[in-house]
């Protein structure tokens, strides 16, 4: 399992900002767009959103591999590097199957018309993508994915809830439905964008009283911007509660 990236949708440092945070020599301050890559030693490399920052991020931690895309919703984040999947379908000599909700596919199909249009002129090289657009729980090789609905200010987007492990990136609140789908999580990535409230963002406190409430092992947060510096906020945070950080890996229970 290894987190790819950890920033809010302007990445930190952020362009043309000073601050503690964006001027920081710590690697850990260093937040690329939010994003996980799902791996075991057997089993497929399933990738968790496709952002604008996949190329460095590939390169940066050594991906050679992506069996599937999962998203969790359109926003420009979250989608803006499908086309860097070409290398992928070079590589592996097949196209990559992509699951995503309703809107999401709707979204991805008019973003990038290259590649799904019929009209689009054809011969250039494009991503070589099949979508699928997510019903309840589904299988990736090894890998079961439990899609997990998550309030993302007035929009519903999904997390995913994977053996141990939840990530619920992207979200205001969880949907009182969605509770039970959490039972028993052992590690959970969540969105903590800063202290101030947010509407489409969970807030530290926020985040910190759904820790209390599912209990897990350990709980990382991503989806940061630069209000958060990483040293200073996790010496303060409890116990088994930390801030995530680009190129953090650690294993997890399928
Ligand atoms: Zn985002
Ligand atoms: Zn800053
Ligand atoms: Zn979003």
Not at 125 to 148: N, Y
Not at 198 to 225: G, I, K, N, W, Y
Request: aromatic share 6%; hydrophobic share 40%.
């Amino acid at each position: 399992m290894l987190v790819l990236g950890t920033g809010t949708s302007h990445g930190v440092p952020m362009i043309g900002c000073e601050c503690g945070t964006c001027r920081s020599t710590d690697p850990r301050d260093k937040r690329s767009r939010a994003s996980i890559l799902i791996q075991t030693h057997d089993g497929p490399a399933v990738l968790v959103d496709t952002t604008p920052d996949l190329r460095m991020q590939a390169l940066a931690h050594g991906v050679k591999r992506v069996d599937a895309i999962v998203y969790t919703h359109s926003h420009a984040d979250h989608v803006m590097g499908l086309d860097e999947v070409r290398r992928f379908n070079v590589m592996q000599k097949s196209a990559i199957p992509c699951y995503g909700d309703e809107q999401t596919l709707e979204d991805l199909k008019r973003i990038y018309s290259y590649i799904f249009s019929p009209d689009a002129p054809r011969g250039a090289g494009i991503p070589q993508v099949v979508l699928s657009r997510i019903v309840g729980e589904f299988c990736i090789g090894a890998a079961t994915l439990m899609p997990v609905p998550l309030h993302h200010g007035g929009r519903q987007i999904l997390g995913y809830r994977v053996g141990s492990l939840a990530y619920l990136t992207d979200c205001s609140a969880i949907p009182d439905t969605s509770w039970p789908l959490l039972n028993g999580v052992r590690i959970l990535i969540l969105d903590a964008l800063r202290e101030r409230p947010h509407p489409t963002h969970m807030s530290l406190q926020q985040a910190l009283d759904v820790v209390e409430r599912l209990r897990p092992e350990r709980a990382f947060f991503t989806h940061m911007c630069h209000d958060l510096p990483h040293a200073a906020t996790c010496a303060r945070l409890p116990a088994g509660v930390e801030l995530a950080y680009d190129g953090l890996a650690f294993e997890i229970d399928l």
